[in-house]
């Protein structure tokens, strides 16, 4: 499991005066971004191969409040990838400094060609470096089924 640091700042927190939920969000994707790097997806790798990760979802369930002045810990789980590497789902967890678990967040994405501006798999040495990585406990193969499991659909006017 990966794991990132953080201290909580005052544009962290909202008008309740606790983390707010735009930080969570900024946290996961800092997270993950921190994490990819670290796998070797960094800046340079993604333009060279014109890629970048897109987000479908992310659930999001709160258990209990943060306040500056404590430091948090958010952990990246791989939950599941599909066998071309195009989609994926991380599962984060935050925890306060006592350890205690004060939110989780499953999340799914996918990655997009930057020139068709279409989903694609991922190159055969991209998907290797995946292969590499610890899974969590109840990782599964994805598929396109996967990525449309709570059937929401754009509704145009």
Request: glycine share 6%; net charge neutral; proline share 3%.
């Amino acid at each position: 499991m990966y794991f990132k640091d953080f201290e909580i700042r005052w544009s962290d927190v909202d008008a309740n005066r606790h983390l707010a939920n735009s930080a969570y969000i900024n946290f996961m994707s800092h997270t993950r971004m921190a994490f990819l790097i670290e796998q070797g997806f960094d800046h340079k790798t993604m333009a060279t191969q014109e890629i970048g990760p897109v987000v479908f979802y992310e659930h999001v369930y709160y258990f209990k409040e943060a306040f500056p002045g404590k430091p948090i810990k958010v952990s990246l789980e791989i939950m599941g990838l599909s066998e071309d590497g195009k989609f994926f789902e991380f599962h984060h967890n935050f925890y306060n400094h006592k350890g205690e678990n004060i939110a989780r967040c499953e999340m799914m994405g996918a990655w997009i060609d930057l020139k068709t501006r279409k989903l694609t798999g991922l190159t055969e040495e991209l998907l290797n470096k995946f292969s590499e990585i610890e899974k969590g406990e109840h990782f599964k193969v994805l598929t396109k089924e996967d990525s449309r499991r709570f059937l929401k659909i754009p509704k145009n006017l």
